[in-house]
């Protein structure tokens, strides 16, 4: 059973900075590719960006060159460094896995509980 967990999140003002984390419980070519996602109040789920077991990466245009997503195979753990943080980045971030390269797209089959991210103006 792979597990996902997500911890990071936090309020901060716009222009702020934070780091999220995604703990995988397996490391196996199920999880092989993973995303960072988020959720709005009131919109759909929207793929932020995803990174392949070969450091391959995918970003939203919203955050490109503010965003940047890595991952430490030793210590089946994901990242996502986020800089210049916008009140329109507020939102519930979840990470997945799933051994398809679905990019940006939201069909991974395993997926975290969420962590709130805040930023205000």
């Known amino acids: 059973q792979v597990q996902l967990v997500e911890s990071g999140g936090d309020s901060v003002q716009s222009g702020g900075s934070l780091r999220l984390s995604c703990a995988a419980s397996?490391?196996?070519?199920?999880?092989?590719?993973k995303g960072w996602f988020r959720q709005a109040p009131g919109k759909e789920r929207e793929g932020v960006a995803t990174?392949?077991?070969?450091?391959?990466?995918g970003y939203a245009d919203s955050v490109k060159g503010r965003f940047t997503i890595s991952q430490d195979n030793a210590k089946n753990t994901l990242y996502l460094q986020m800089n210049s943080l916008k009140p329109e980045d507020t939102a519930v971030y979840y990470c997945?896995?799933?051994?398809?390269?679905?990019?940006?797209?939201?069909?991974?089959?395993?997926w975290g509980q969420g962590t709130q991210v805040t930023v205000s103006s």
């Open positions: 990174i392949g077991s070969d450091g391959r990466t």
């Open positions: 997945a896995a799933d051994r398809v390269w679905w990019l940006l797209q939201s069909h991974y089959r395993y």
């Open positions: 397996v490391d196996t070519y199920s999880t092989s590719i």
